[in-house]
């Protein structure tokens, strides 16, 4: 895979905070690279920083094949506290991240949804929140949300649409966003097509066999730079649930980026097929783990 290279300087003083959490060093360590002269300057997924996908709920509406994480509404416990939602906002703050993206399960199950979203989303310039529109079913429901979501110009929207969910409400939930003039997205045909699911979670031994033993997700530059922090706090290198490597309690006055360039950068040196090649080899990992502290 081709890679793009920034413009560089001679002066290695001029190194741009790109390179804090750079994995990719092409610079082979000088830090020189020169942000203002790069012709990907506005669309550098570097520049635009860590994106952390932020689960507040396993809870859903729905019991889709292809989740990865699960999700259904059978699913009782272990949802975002408010107290958690405050620290993850402070976390993100402290270590200049601006933009991420809340899901669930589905959000709106939540039972202090709109309270999280809020304090998760202070301070931040952009907030996708993803859903599947089931709450467009429900009068009040949907009044709360586009309420909420007016309220608070930072978020837009994502919608699922696809042959896996029951997309009962979408239609309605477009509508209703259209109608309040809150920006969101539904995906194209051809942006959900079977090859577009990632090998992972509940779908891996249904779907997409083939494409499961060569499919990677983070060997896309761009997803190298997203990670996953689920409700409890916990951080996770892939945004589907594997490889955790911090909690956000132990960044709250900054220094992620540090450890993120650390743990990260590990990866990008290895050879990895597959997404499910990649969660063997956590799996793998922490057994034998789990062995030497039971032979210890």
Request: charged content about 25%; overall charge positive.
């Amino acid at each position: 895979m081709s890679r793009h290279r920034c413009a560089q300087k001679d002066n290695s003083s001029m190194s741009s905070s790109c390179c804090k959490i750079c994995v990719d060093t092409n610079c082979g360590g000088k830090q020189n690279c020169n942000c203002d002269a790069c012709s990907r300057r506005d669309t550098c997924y570097r520049r635009a920083g860590i994106k952390p996908t932020i689960r507040i709920t396993r809870k859903c509406t729905q019991t889709c094949g292809h989740c990865c994480f699960s999700c259904s509404p059978k699913i009782t416990a272990g949802d975002m506290t408010l107290e958690m939602a405050e620290a993850i906002n402070r976390f993100c703050r402290a270590n200049e991240i601006s933009r991420a993206e809340v899901m669930g399960g589905e959000f709106f199950v939540h039972g202090l949804w709109a309270e999280i979203l809020e304090a998760l989303s202070g301070g931040l310039a952009q907030v996708r929140l993803v859903t599947n529109g089931d709450w467009a079913g429900s009068s009040k429901t949907a009044s709360k949300v586009t309420d909420f979501l007016k309220a608070h110009p930072q978020f837009h929207v994502g919608v699922s649409k696809d042959q896996w969910h029951t997309n009962q409400h979408v239609d309605r939930a477009a509508e209703l966003l259209q109608q309040a003039g809150i920006p969101f997205r539904i995906p194209t045909v051809e942006q959900t097509r079977e090859e577009s699911l990632v090998p992972v979670g509940r779908h891996q031994y249904e779907w997409s066999q083939f494409y499961g033993l060569f499919a990677c997700y983070c060997s896309q530059p761009e997803r190298r730079y997203n990670l996953l922090i689920d409700e409890q706090g916990e951080i996770y290198k892939c945004g589907f649930g594997s490889w955790p490597y911090a909690s956000v309690n132990d960044f709250l006055q900054g220094g992620f980026a540090a450890r993120f360039k650390e743990f990260n950068a590990k990866f990008y040196d290895a050879f990895i097929s597959s997404c499910a090649a990649c969660q063997r080899a956590e799996s793998c990992g922490k057994k034998a783990d789990a062995n030497k502290e039971t032979a210890a």
